[in-house]
């Protein structure tokens, strides 16, 4: 397939020319809710950089934790090969973070805070993060996720500087993108099935506005039960909707809802289906959840990110030589990263140093592209002014603690239900 990366300047969008352009969301009984567990006092730091990972290793974005594990293991590696932060190796402590349906969360994050985690790097889910992150930052710690999505750590209590990061941009730039994206393909009447949770109704909502903002027509836009998934009355409106494209907006429960769509005449083979971030897994014969050969093949979808290469893929077989879905661990990779370079010029591993310094390192100063070049700039002079440009991109962490610069991928099934990516596109907050 053909790759070229597109940068394009984000905004709302005003007509088809102006087109606009990230990434997993999640459930939440309510946005902005937090766990409310008792405060635990700040962090002071004990010289030693302990990154903890809270990602999925069991439900509904389960697919997510092996890339992003490796990739917060390969940085750890990479980082003490390179001497380590502040004179010793870093430290990594894994946890999983489940899903809002498992609940396991608040007590994965007390093992990490009792672990001494000056960062935790996590959660995947948007709505899991929101149901740890008063605790984590409470405790003095920063909560750094490759993946969260939501709109609400932008907005309300989360919109000050505080301890929260994230190097996956929000969801309407990948709302934008994705609307882009059915202008390109030609589409005019789109219809939308989407998760009714934080991560589906958002990403829902900045589609549908920005394909009516450039003139296309939105058929329908239903939301479904995150536990219970779509019903036939569901499908039913979906599949009688007449669209020209079916936008699918889901986490594992695609593999029951593509065999429904197809039984009611709205398969991807009798509509053109695209897919987003949280449902971009392979569905390949050697994947955990194969369907039928051939049943997405042209599907499309996006993934925030920029191409990180075949030779990042080889050096994450190193930490994981099972790996075959590679979403995320990028941003996972440089979360730890741009941490360690924070600690350096902070010249202290507590979270809040920590986050006083993470800016500063990722915009603005002398480019370097790896841990090794990065440190090696500060330790010849302690003052230097870093810029670091990772393997997911330019991250470029805005006052909100969300990147102001990011990619996103636009990808696309074969026969073998297996996707690649077909195209980037770089945009500006």
């Known amino acids: 397939m053909k790759r070229s990366t597109t940068t394009i300047r984000i905004a709302a969008v005003a007509a088809a020319s102006a087109l606009v352009l990230a990434a997993c969301g999640g459930s939440s009984d309510s946005e902005g809710g937090s766990d409310g567990g008792s405060a635990a006092p700040a962090a002071k730091g004990d010289g030693t950089l302990t990154i903890g990972s809270l990602l999925p290793q069991t439900g509904s974005l389960a697919f997510l934790g092996p890339p992003e594990f490796a990739g917060v293991d390969l940085a750890i590696a990479d980082i003490n090969a390179a001497g380590g932060v502040l004179g010793k190796d870093?430290?990594?402590?894994?946890?999983?973070?489940?899903?809002?349906?498992?609940?396991?969360?608040?007590?994965?994050?007390?093992?990490?805070?009792?672990?001494?985690?000056?960062?935790?790097?996590?959660?995947?889910?948007?709505?899991?993060?929101?149901?740890?992150?008063?605790?984590?930052?409470?405790?003095?710690?920063?909560?750094?996720?490759?993946?969260?999505?939501?709109?609400?750590?932008?907005?309300?209590?989360?919109?000050?500087?505080?301890?929260?990061?994230?190097?996956?941009?929000?969801?309407?730039?990948?709302?934008?993108?994705?609307?882009?994206?059915?202008?390109?393909?030609?589409?005019?009447?789109?219809?939308?099935?989407?998760?009714?949770?934080?991560?589906?109704?958002?990403?829902?909502?900045?589609?549908?506005?920005?394909?009516?903002?450039?003139?296309?027509?939105?058929a329908a836009s239903v939301l479904y039960s995150e536990k219970d998934g779509p019903g036939d009355t569901q499908i039913a409106e979906i599949a009688d909707a007449n669209a020209d494209a079916v936008v699918l907006i889901a986490f594992e429960e695609t593999t029951t809802i593509?065999?429904?769509?197809?039984?009611?005449?709205?398969?991807?083979?009798?509509?053109?289906?695209?897919?987003?971030?949280?449902?971009?897994?392979?569905?390949?014969?050697?994947?955990?959840?194969?369907?039928?050969?051939?049943?997405?093949?042209?599907?499309?979808?996006?993934?925030?990110?920029?191409?990180?290469?075949?030779?990042?893929?080889?050096?994450?077989?190193?930490?994981?030589?099972?790996?075959?879905?590679?979403a995320y661990s990028a941003e996972s990779y440089d979360a730890v990263v741009t941490s360690a370079l924070a600690a350096i010029v902070a010249d202290s591993d507590a979270g809040e140093d920590i986050a006083k310094a993470l800016p500063e390192v990722t915009k603005g100063g002398e480019k370097c592209t790896t841990f090794e070049e990065c440190a090696a700039l500060l330790k010849d002079d302690a003052s230097t002014d870093i810029d670091y440009d990772g393997v997911s991109g330019e991250i470029e962490l805005g006052e909100t603690g969300s990147p102001t610069s990011a990619s996103i991928g636009i990808y696309e099934y074969d026969a073998e239900n297996e996707i690649a990516p077909v195209k980037y596109i770089k945009g500006t907050i």
């Open 258 to 326: 593509i065999p429904k769509l197809i039984q009611a005449g709205a398969g991807p083979k009798d509509v053109p289906t695209y897919f987003v971030d949280g449902n971009t897994a392979s569905y390949g014969p050697k994947s955990t959840t194969p369907l039928p050969a051939g049943t997405l093949e042209g599907t499309k979808g996006t993934i925030p990110g920029a191409d990180a290469g075949q030779e990042f893929k080889d050096r994450l077989a190193t930490v994981d030589p099972d790996l075959t879905d590679y």
């Open 90 to 218: 870093v430290v990594g402590v894994k946890a999983d973070s489940g899903d809002t349906d498992s609940g396991i969360a608040p007590a994965e994050t007390d093992k990490l805070l009792k672990a001494k985690s000056d960062v935790i790097i996590g959660a995947a889910s948007s709505g899991v993060s929101l149901t740890v992150i008063d605790k984590i930052l409470s405790a003095g710690v920063v909560e750094y996720s490759p993946a969260n999505t939501s709109t609400a750590f932008d907005e309300g209590d989360y919109s000050k500087p505080d301890l929260y990061f994230r190097t996956a941009p929000s969801d309407i730039l990948q709302g934008a993108v994705l609307a882009n994206l059915l202008l390109e393909d030609g589409k005019q009447n789109v219809a939308i099935l989407a998760r009714q949770d934080a991560y589906g109704e958002t990403l829902a909502s900045e589609v549908k506005k920005n394909l009516e903002n450039a003139g296309s027509s939105v």
